[in-house]
């Protein structure tokens, strides 16, 4: 026959639509064109795919050859579509069976000797596959993204080396001869995964007790305070006391990582933890491009994204972070394009006090004049602190205290508190605490007569909104949550207001 029809994936955002892959021969002057919205990636494909087909010694017809990808409104980037497009160039001419090719979505880059190359966006191609209609059908991808897709439960992944392995799965009769399905218990998983651990922080009592609250309720924290106190090692830390994730929070974060071609399979159900630098665009942070692919907030979904020297930040760049912090998602659009990313993660930032760093040092080591202190201050905007559910301060360890100190509590002792807290929220509410609904807070959060007078007093006295208000409330929940108790009282509403104080005004 003249005409081969195959199935395969695009991506669009986080999903995976699929594609027809037609391939038709005419007479006519020899030719070979693709058409279907293809970018530049997809258009060098018939380069690859000639040079695979001679180079294992295939004919490529001297006929005039059309590919078309259908829907032709979807755009089509990277070297995935070489693989269907050489097998449905090898059936149409005859080279191969036809019969069994409807049975399969195919997705591999092609070398010129016809090995396949990895591709990006693997295991969101089996998780689409997985969650449409043809879920029986069986995907055929190039053997180093197998164990990657093979994550996706019940996926038909069949690994292949070669273009002639598919190629010679298609011709053989004897089954033994076909490709094998691939096992989802081949990838070398880490049922235990590993983090820093909170043992090897030195004092800092108060804001490790911070930090276990914040990773109960997944609370956002700003940590303010002189070089060298422990910030940045005490963010690190944050993700091994974390809840375990459940099997589709880490097909969500998975997913993501593999679209931005980032994902390990060795750290499959570890909570990711993304540190961007200061220099980091608002496209870098949110995700954009011509065809937008995730930024960091999207990349850290259930995990940590830590912003370290917070002020240094450009404040657009900051000013993002405003809408996803309250919904959780990031809508990307651009002129012909749109695409929405989860951005469900937990805010961690970190800042001096001041340019120096020193202000408010015992020291006194500070020579920084106010207007120096409230400018640098000020780069963060009023309404993004606000959305931050805790700030506290960071102070600097004595040298008597890092010598005699003894080691802290492991990561051990405190995921345990965390993860009990974090069931008693679920069994309560089917959520965490920071996730809660204006309805939700009045039901769940609403404090015994004493934490509500000292809450409203607290509320004259700074000043505070409505947002505030709200998110004082879910933190003396999780606090209450972490100490067992049915009703949040007015010790619990203490530490919060404790654990939201401001920056320190010069």
């Known amino acids: 026959m003249s005409l081969a029809v195959l199935k395969s994936r695009a991506l669009a955002g986080m999903n995976a639509p699929q594609v027809t892959v037609e391939v038709h021969l005419a007479n006519g002057l020899p030719g070979f ?42 755009p089509k980037e990277s070297g995935r579509f070489d693989l269907p497009i050489a097998l449905g160039i090898l059936a149409a001419s005859g080279q ?53 897709a093979a994550l996706v439960q019940d996926a038909c992944i069949y690994p292949a080396g070669s273009l002639l392995e598919v190629c010679a799965h298609f011709a053989a009769v004897d089954p033994d001869a076909r490709l094998a399905r691939h096992s989802a218990s081949a990838p070398p998983i880490d049922a235990a995964p590993r ?14 007790r911070a930090l276990e609250i914040a990773a109960a309720g997944r609370h956002s924290v700003l940590m303010v305070g002189p070089p060298g106190a422990g910030k940045s090692m ?6 091994g006391i974390l809840p375990p994730m459940t099997e589709q929070q880490a097909l969500e974060s998975a997913a993501l990582q593999s679209v931005n071609g980032a994902f390990a399979v060795s750290r499959w159900k570890q909570r990711p933890y993304r540190a961007p630098h200061h220099t980091a665009s608002a496209a870098a942070l949110v995700g954009g491009g011509s065809i937008p692919r995730p930024g960091e907030i999207s990349l850290a979904h259930q995990g940590v994204l830590f912003l370290d020297e ?67 201050q000020g780069k963060i905007s009023g309404p993004l602190l606000d959305r931050i559910d805790m700030q506290i301060p960071v102070a ?86 972490l100490a067992d108790a049915q009703i949040v009282a007015a010790a619990h509403v203490a530490e919060a207001i404790q654990l939201r104080r401001a920056l320190r005004e010069p």
Not at 96 to 117: F, K, V
Not at 234 to 239: E, Q, V
Not at 422 to 431: G, T
Request: aromatic share 6%; hydrophobic share 40%; proline share 6%.
């Open 310 to 376: 917070l002020p240094e930040f450009d404040r657009r760049v900051l000013e993002v972070l405003r809408e996803p912090l309250e919904s959780g998602r990031i809508t990307i659009s651009r002129a012909a394009r749109q695409a929405e990313f989860p951005a469900g993660f937990q805010l961690i930032a970190a800042m001096n006090p001041c340019p120096c760093g020193y202000f408010g040092h015992a020291g006194g080591a500070c020579r920084c004049s106010p207007d120096i202190v409230a400018r640098y």
């Open 396 to 481: 600097a360890l004595k040298h008597e205290d890092l010598r005699h100190s003894a080691a802290g509590e492991p990561s051990s002792a405190i995921a345990e508190r965390v993860a009990l807290a974090f069931a008693r929220q679920l069994q309560r509410q089917d959520s965490v605490n920071s996730l809660l609904t204006p309805n939700g807070i009045d039901t769940h959060c609403r404090p015994d007569d004493s934490g509500a007078q000292l809450l409203s007093h607290a509320m004259n006295r700074l000043n505070w909104s409505a947002r505030a208000y709200h998110r004082v409330l879910k933190l003396a929940r999780t606090i209450a949550d």
């Open 234 to 239: 005490l963010a690190a830390r944050l993700p």
């Open 195 to 208: 983090y820093p651990d909170f043992s090897e922080v030195k004092g800092q009592l108060q804001v490790k």
């Open 33 to 74: 064109a693709i058409v279907g919205l293809p970018e530049a990636e997809v258009k060098e494909a018939k380069d690859r795919v000639r040079a695979a087909l001679l180079n294992n010694h295939f004919e490529f017809p001297n006929r005039r050859i059309v590919v078309n990808l259908a829907p032709a409104d979807l």
């Open 96 to 148: 191969i069976p036809a019969d069994d090719l409807d049975h399969y979505e195919y997705a591999g880059e092609l070398s010129l000797s016809g090995a396949l190359r990895p591709i990006r966006g693997a295991l969101a191609m089996a998780y689409a596959i997985q969650r449409s209609s043809d879920r029986q059908r069986g995907f055929i991808i190039p053997q180093d993204n197998a164990d990657e």
